[in-house]
T-cell receptor
Framework: SQQGEEDPQALSIQEGENATMNCSYK?????LQWYRQNSGRGLVHLIL?????REKHSGRLRVTLDTSKKSSSLLITASRAADTASYFC???????????FGKGNQVVVIP | SQTIHQWPATLVQPVGSPLSLECTVE??????LYWYRQAAGRGLQLLFY??????ISSEVPQNLSASRPQDRQFILSSKKLLLSDSGFYLC????????????FGNGTRLTVT
């Protein structure tokens, strides 16, 4: 079954603004990962947060994880036009060899 | 580094024709390999995954099949394509177990007409 499901929103923001996306899931996880996909390309891994972590930073990315609410958020600060892409969360459930992806969030950053 | 080759990049096939998509990986041995499908505007649906040569797990019953004849080769096939098989097919690999990310190829855009 599909785990990891973003709020299915298309987000349009001005360059320099922050972009926030949310993701919820249903079962116990080892970790949660965020990926980025440019149009017509494969997905690229951005950041992984383990189930015992609450927040993680990587450059302009900030990820939070709330296991009690089974939810995560991805914040992109000071957005750039090059951040325009679809962003997916994926959950790595306990006992599995595979990731389950959500439907993705389209982000458009207007220069 | 981990490199994944997928071909062809685009494919247009008539309904009822066979399909063979190939994925090969470099730079690692004994990876977990995955086939995902992405329909337009949708998330990724896991089709098959493999933890080793000849070992295939199917996630969704349908007219597709997968094979892993070599450690670094993963093939997606169909004997007779359906219109609903159209989509963007992505191969991915995972090195190690547990907390490790997937690395994706650039995908094959399949249109069944």
């Amino acid at each position: 079954s599909q785990q990891g499901e973003e709020d299915p929103q298309a987000l349009s923001i001005q360059e320099g603004e922050n972009a926030t996306m949310n993701c919820s899931y249903k079962t116990s996880i080892n970790n949660l990962q965020w990926y980025r996909q440019n149009s017509g390309r494969g997905l690229v891994h951005l950041i992984l947060i383990r189930s015992n972590e609450r927040e993680k930073h990587s450059g302009r990315l900030r990820v939070t994880l709330d296991t009690s609410k089974k939810s995560s958020s991805l914040l992109i600060t000071a957005s750039r036009a090059a951040d325009t892409a679809s962003y997916f969360c994926a959950t790595d459930a306990k006992g599995n060899n595979r990731l389950a992806f959500g439907k993705g969030n389209q982000v458009v950053v207007i220069p | 580094s981990q490199t994944i080759h997928q071909w062809p990049a685009t494919l247009v096939q008539p309904v009822g024709s066979p399909l063979s998509l190939e994925c090969t990986v470099e730079g690692t041995s004994n990876p977990n390999l995955y086939w995902y499908r992405q329909a337009a505007g949708r998330g990724l649906q896991l089709l098959f995954y493999s933890v080793g040569i000849g070992q295939i797990s199917s996630e969704v019953p349908q007219n597709l099949s997968a094979s892993r004849p070599q450690d670094r080769q993963f093939i997606l096939s169909s004997k007779k394509l359906l219109l609903s098989d159209s989509g963007f097919y992505l191969c991915a690999q995972r090195v190690g177990r547990g907390n490790s990310p997937l690395h994706f190829g650039n995908g094959t855009r399949l249109t069944v007409t």
